[in-house]
Structures are given as structure tokens and as C-alpha cells.
């Protein structure tokens, strides 16, 4: 073998090595079985924007997330590539920060919502839609309006 035959054959080794360890570093864990969730959050009845669902799985998984538009409307994402909510058992927790920290709905939505039978839910393979109305004291305080620079 020539010099530069070894140099060509080394080149190889070497790029099949990398391939190798790339095609190794990329493999996905399993996904884990999510099904669709939509619905409708109320709040005394009326549809409010930037209301944060969470369904957290009673098994030990990262919770789904949605978030309401305008309407009232959300779909619950898992991960960025994966929508839905991880099947079997879960909680629901809703929030509303109108001004962007405090959350402003009642404990038994969030911090209590273990105890409230309504958020307790269990998610099927086929998918389901969940609507939320929650009751709360006086009116809803307007929603914070980003500053312009």
C-alpha cells in the first residue's frame, strides 16, 4: 500500500468512527405515550387569554403544559416535538398571573388541586377534551400590557 492509500484508508476509519458515535449520541429515548387534550378555561364564566394549564402526571414525568388564547382555548404540549399529555392518571393546576409573577386563582386550582376532584383526571389513548371554570371573588384584574421601548 501506498502512502497515500493508508492516509485515504485512515480518513476512513476515521469518518466511520464518527459517523458510529454521532448515529450513537443521537438515539431518542423511547417517547412516552401522550394522547390529545384540548379545552376551554373559564373564568367566572368567561374566556380568558395567557391561563397556564398544567397536568401533572401522578407518575414521576415532566408535566404538559397549555396555555388559553383569547377564548379561552387550549391544547395541552408535552414537548416541543411531542403534543398531549402522558396517558393515565394526572392533575390539573391552573393559574393566572394577569400582571406576570403572583398567581391570582384560588389555591383549590393549583397549590390544593390533589383535593379537588375535578382536577383529578385520568388521560385515555384515545384523547379527550377537558373544559375548566373556575369560580373566583370579584373581577378579574386587566391583564399587564408590555411596555414599548
Known amino acids: 500500500m501506498t502512502a497515500k492509500m493508508y492516509r485515504c484508508l485512515d480518513r476512513l476509519i476515521v469518518s466511520s468512527m464518527l459517523v458510529a458515535v454521532a448515529c450513537a449520541g443521537c438515539g431518542r429515548a423511547p417517547k412516552i405515550p401522550t394522547a390529545s387534550v384540548v379545552g376551554t378555561v373559564t373564568i367566572n364564566g368567561r374566556g380568558v387569554p395567557n391561563v397556564e394549564v398544567?397536568?401533572?402526571?401522578?407518575?414521576?414525568?415532566?408535566?404538559?403544559y397549555g396555555i388559553t388564547d383569547a377564548s379561552g382555548r387550549y391544547a395541552?404540549?408535552?414537548?416541543?416535538?411531542?403534543s398531549g399529555v402522558p396517558l393515565g392518571a394526572c392533575?390539573?393546576?391552573?393559574?393566572?398571573?394577569p400582571n406576570g409573577f403572583q398567581n391570582i386563582l384560588p389555591a383549590e386550582y393549583n397549590e390544593k388541586a390533589a383535593d379537588n376532584p375535578a382536577l383529578r383526571l385520568t388521560i385515555p389513548k384515545e384523547g379527550t377534551t377537558f373544559n375548566f371554570d373556575v369560580k373566583m371573588n370579584g373581577?378579574?384584574?386587566a391583564q399587564a400590557t408590555p411596555r414599548g421601548p
Open 76 to 82: 395541552a404540549q408535552f414537548l416541543t416535538g411531542q
Open 139 to 141: 373581577p378579574l384584574p
Open 54 to 64: 398544567a397536568f401533572v402526571p401522578t407518575e414521576m414525568i415532566r408535566p404538559a
Open 91 to 97: 392533575v390539573a393546576q391552573i393559574a393566572y398571573r
